[in-house]
């Protein structure tokens, strides 16, 4: 096969969806597949050469408002030739807007599937735009929507945001499909590099955590959390991995609570000296009621720390309270987040039990179970869609992909202006999920 990714975010940006993409680029490769990926130049520069081979850089004003997104610039010649050549048999986009609405727009011009993976809820990352507010939220969510069901096939990358996606109307088919891990390379972490690299203690119990320093992950309730949990724990350590425009918020709790002294920041973090640093942690707390998958919590417990989680979308299909760490309610007060932490780093036997459950919780999420179903997922789409091309006519085949472009283009509009205006009208106390766009034909 031949696949194109188009995504807004990718290497050398550390984040959740420009991982996902990289592990689908590798396995995908080596599964002796073709893959292309359309994505936005970066300051940092490109991606390792072995990835960005791989890679068609679109120039654009990357982390627009301090986000993880970039904002393409005009391109389209330059991409369509590349495409043209390279003759993809589906396009598989990572987001519903910029260079999404160019996935779509190339889909109906070669005729191909195209699958678009939900892997964000855009509604919680409207802090990042100049107005914010319930309607953009609102917006922002019908958007996706829409978008959604211009596709051939959507990915969910948990069952919770599969019947969250069906809820606000997506109609075409929603396939759970979660980003896999390496389980392997993740358990090849050694401890002892952490703990004599950051100053930790040989038989201190590590509170760990791992992710981007944002607004949306509820981390200064995690730092209150922690905070609280050290006070009761003279031994104990926090090592905090990972950066952000949050981060001097966070510092400025510990110093206030007395346990600055205590808690590492080892800012961002990739390689072994990243899996050193999850092998050392003794358990794994989490925050984020924002996610879409709990591939960071997945990740964590194959490297055999159990996890202390709010209950949420993603977070729920990983964290199974009581087997593999504790699940609490979304509005647990910090000092009860606080108390389960430090109840659970007191019990050796059920830290034990725990980690033999994390373990197998990990394996489930293995890259090459993931990558396997989404490659018979691709499989069935493109020939499902030349079964279509084969039953049309020559006149069919040649004016088709003309049509289908043009209709596209409307759609993009039509789609944008639509959510606009519900988001502007509707009443602000409405619940933005009952936004219900109508499906649109094949793009």
């Known amino acids: 096969m031949k696949i194109a990714h188009f995504t807004n975010t990718f290497l050398p940006h550390v984040g959740g969806v420009a991982r996902a993409v990289q592990t ?40 627009f408002n301090d986000s993880d997104f970039s904002v393409s610039l005009p391109f389209a010649t330059l991409l ?24 779509l727009r190339e889909a109906s011009t070669r005729q191909v599937p195209i699958v678009f993976t939900h892997h964000t809820l855009y509604e919680n990352y409207v802090h990042y735009l100049p107005v914010d507010g319930e309607a953009m939220a609102e917006f922002a969510a019908d958007v996706a929507t829409r978008f959604a069901n211009r596709c051939t096939a959507v990915i969910a990358p948990s069952q919770s945001v599969s019947d969250l996606i069906r809820s606000r109307g997506v109609t075409v088919p929603v396939h759970v499909i979660p980003t896999g891990i390496d389980t392997q390379k993740i358990a090849t972490g050694r401890s002892i590099q952490a703990r004599d690299r950051w100053d930790l203690p040989a038989r201190a119990p590590v509170i760990g955590h791992l992710g981007r320093f944002a607004a949306e992950k509820n981390l200064p309730y995690l730092a209150e959390a922690i905070t609280l949990a050290l006070k009761q724990l003279p031994l104990a350590r926090a090592l905090l991995i990972g950066d952000g425009p949050v981060r001097a918020d966070l510092e400025r709790i510990f110093k206030e609570g007395g346990v600055a002294s205590r808690v590492v920041f080892t800012g961002k973090l990739g390689g072994a000296a990243l899996r050193d640093a999850c092998a050392a942690m003794t358990v794994f707390a989490f925050s984020s009621t924002s996610e879409t998958q709990g591939l960071v919590l997945a990740e964590a417990m194959a490297a055999g720390a159990p996890v202390v989680a709010l209950d949420a979308s993603g977070v729920r299909e990983v964290v199974v309270d009581g087997t593999n760490g504790h699940l609490l309610p979304a509005d647990t007060p910090a000092a009860r987040f606080a108390q389960t932490l430090t109840d659970l780093l007191g019990r050796r036997e059920s830290l034990g039990r725990f980690r033999t459950a994390a373990l ?49 283009e409307g759609h993009l509009i039509a789609d944008k202006t639509g959510a606009l205006v519900d988001a502007l009208t509707s009443d602000a106390t409405d619940d933005p999920a009952r936004v219900s766009p109508p499906a649109a034909s094949e793009a």
């Open 24 to 63: 689908l680029l590798e396995d995908q490769r080596r599964a002796r597949h073709r893959v292309l990926v359309v994505a936005p130049e970066f300051d940092e520069g490109p991606a390792p050469a072995r990835i960005e081979s791989s890679v068609v850089r679109i120039p654009a004003f990357t982390h």
């Open 80 to 103: 369509s030739e590349r495409l043209a050549d390279f003759r993809t048999d589906l396009i598989h986009t990572h987001h519903p807007f910029l260079l999404g609405d160019t996935a």
């Open 360 to 408: 197998a919780t990990a394996a489930g999420f293995d890259r090459s179970r993931t990558s396997a179903r989404m490659l018979d997922l691709y499989s069935r789409l493109i020939a499902e869609r030349r079964e279509q091309a084969a039953q049309q006519s020559p006149l069919e085949q040649a004016i088709k992909p003309m049509l289908d472009r043009i209709a596209t």
